[in-house]
């Protein structure tokens, strides 16, 4: 085949990898180039294996706290050899597919390192050799990688980031995790879970930064009463390690004493940077901030003409499911039309016990912009499905305008991730809290509780007092 192309892209994440089916559905000669596995960090060392270890450790945990069960439960034991082993086959048969998929649309894939060589040129570095390809559009989606800390260096052994933490030999006694965002709480849960002694470290004054405060207080609430230990507003100033444990210590921005942790594990889970090496030498080419975040318009395309960026290497949150809809917007506009990203209904989800999700604006955010607001708050206290599952710590919190349109929702329940669906079309399709609130939803379910949050907006609610 030529190495002409009318669209590279570079990287094979969840971004990349739906970028190159749909611009090949769309007719184009497509090339996708990957350095590792397709399907990106998300798939193989992400999102992917972190749920298929949150679900195996959930039920373990579920049958072995069981009241309703007689026999000897202790005797039960937590196979982690098999159940690592397992995961490997589910992310392979997942990659597998993808490469199918590929292929079967007539995109090429090249294995290595992809280089922005010039304004219509890529290299591709394998085995010490480059090859240079010509297109006419191309869409860099190199993703991120973890944040390191100048004292902290991962080693892959004691100081570990997520790829290590997913494929540990065996659950390590104590854990230490810096940082409560999603990674860090998924990871602890998964754990914890396993009877790993749990701490994590938040230099934030509250876990999930940027989250809805109401609710992710009473996140924070339910996580340390499953005795994960949890501390806030912390400042790591040292971490070192000795003889096979890692000992950190800092301030506590709250009292203004020490603190001093030590475990045999630490993972640094404090953030993620843009993977921008793909366009290292042309850097004065494009628009960087001082993060290294590259920046593009609200039609994804840079400062360079013709060549987008999409996914973590752009900022904002890092979701894959951000960068795949980006990667079908940035083919959209290299194929002619010129489309623009919305990012006010895009959803989150965090894979804790129970699970929080949102979508749209948080009260704070509502307020920092001078929007009066409307508030509905349900709890799953009062909804007969999240009683029969025995899992009733959750609410769920709907905010709407002043006109009753829904801009924010948050969810704090079993199958968060699955319920914030319906807010999140709510959000996009500029539907009102009585759209919601009159909607029949199948009784008894979870996602009655969106439709009794509606209903609290307008202190209408029927399962719960409206005062």
């Not at 085949?1 to 000669?29: F, H």
């Not at 009159?438 to 202190?459: D, F, G, Q, Y």
């Amino acid at each position: 085949m030529s190495d002409k192309y009318d669209l590279a892209v570079i990287g094979g994440g969840p971004g990349g990898y739906v970028a190159a089916i749909r611009a090949a559905q769309l007719k184009k000669k497509v090339v996708l180039i990957e350095k590792d596995k397709i399907g990106g960090v998300c798939m193989n060392w992400g999102c992917i294996p972190t749920k298929y270890l949150l679900h195996q450790t959930k039920i373990y945990k579920e049958f072995k706290e069981n009241r309703n069960l007689d026999g000897p439960l202790e005797e039960i034991k937590f196979n982690w050899k098999k159940v690592q082993e397992e995961k490997g086959r589910v992310v392979e048969r997942l990659v597998r597919g993808l490469e199918f998929l590929l292929k079967k649309n007539g995109v090429e894939i090249k294995k290595g390192k992809g280089f922005l060589k010039g304004e219509r040129q890529v290299a591709v570095e394998r085995k010490g050799e480059e090859r240079i390809l010509e297109a006419d559009r191309i869409i860099l989606a190199t993703g991120s990688r973890p944040a390191g800390l100048p004292f902290l260096v991962p080693n892959g052994k004691e100081v570990v980031t997520s790829r290590e933490a997913l494929e540990f030999d065996d659950p390590p006694r104590k854990m230490l995790i810096i940082g409560a965002g999603a990674i860090g709480l998924e990871l602890g849960t998964i754990y914890h879970k396993l009877g790993s002694d749990v701490s994590i470290l938040e230099m934030m004054p509250t876990i999930l930064p940027g989250a809805d405060r109401e609710m992710v207080a009473r996140l924070e609430r339910i996580l340390k009463a499953q005795g994960i230990d949890i501390h806030t507003q912390m400042r790591i100033e040292t971490g070192q390690v000795k003889n096979g444990i890692v000992s950190v210590k800092g301030i506590c921005m709250k009292t203004q004493s020490p603190f001093e942790f030590e475990a045999e594990k630490v993972l640094l889970a404090a953030g993620r940077e843009p993977d921008s090496e793909v366009i290292k030498g042309m850097e004065s080419k494009f628009s960087l901030n001082k993060q290294g975040i590259i920046m593009v318009n609200s039609t994804l395309e840079t400062s360079l003409p013709g060549v987008y960026a999409i996914g973590d290497m752009t900022g904002g949150k890092l979701l894959a499911h951000k960068a795949t809809h980006e990667g079908i917007i940035a083919v959209k506009n290299a194929s002619g039309s010129s489309v623009e990203m919305n990012y006010n209904a895009l959803p989150l989800a965090v894979y804790t016990e129970p699970e929080f999700s949102s979508v749209g604006l948080t009260e704070e955010n509502a307020k920092e912009k001078g929007i009066k607001i409307q508030v509905g708050v349900f709890s799953l206290q009062a909804n007969s499905r999240a009683l029969t599952m025995g899992r009733q710590e959750g609410m769920v919190k709907v905010i709407a305008g002043e006109k009753d349109e829904i801009i924010g929702a948050h969810i704090l329940a079993p199958n968060a991730s699955e319920l914030i669906s319906e807010m999140t079309l709510a959000i996009t399709t500029g539907l009102k809290i009585q759209d919601v609130s009159s909607s029949i939803h199948v009784h008894p379910t979870l996602s009655e509780s969106l439709m009794e949050a509606a209903m609290k907006v307008k202190n209408e609610a029927l399962h719960m007092l409206n005062i």
